[in-house]
Nanobody, 119 residues
């Protein structure tokens, strides 16, 4: 089993920064893609940013130029630097990791961290 624990959410004024982290622990063999998703009330969960093990990134159009995803493979950690936050960024942010052991690949989710941006 793999556990993902997020930290670093909170309340911030519009235009400010936040930088949540996610650390994976447990019986880790290999983690491939790691990513951040978010879900606002009444909305479906959506991709925010994803990063491959080799460092290739992809972002939702709504956050390009404002958010930066990075990872530390040695520490099984992924970081999301969020700048110029907007009220519409308010959501629960979830960490996701694809874990692979030989031919068995599974996706794991964190419990989520609340991000609230006030106008």
């Amino acid at each position: 089993q793999v556990q993902l624990v997020e930290s670093g959410g909170g309340l911030v004024q519009a235009g400010g920064p936040l930088g949540p982290d996610c650390i994976a622990s447990g019986s880790i063999f290999r983690i491939n893609d790691m990513g951040w998703y978010r879900q606002a009330p009444g909305n479906q969960r959506e991709l925010v940013a994803i990063i491959t093990r080799g460092g290739i990134t992809n972002y939702a159009d709504s956050v390009k130029g404002r958010f930066t995803i990075s990872r530390d493979n040695a520490k099984n950690r992924v970081h999301l630097q969020m700048n110029s936050l907007k009220p519409e960024d308010t959501a629960v942010y979830y960490c996701n990791a694809e874990h692979q052991k030989v031919f068995d690949t599974r996706n794991y989710w964190g419990q989520g961290t609340q991000v609230t941006v006030s106008s």
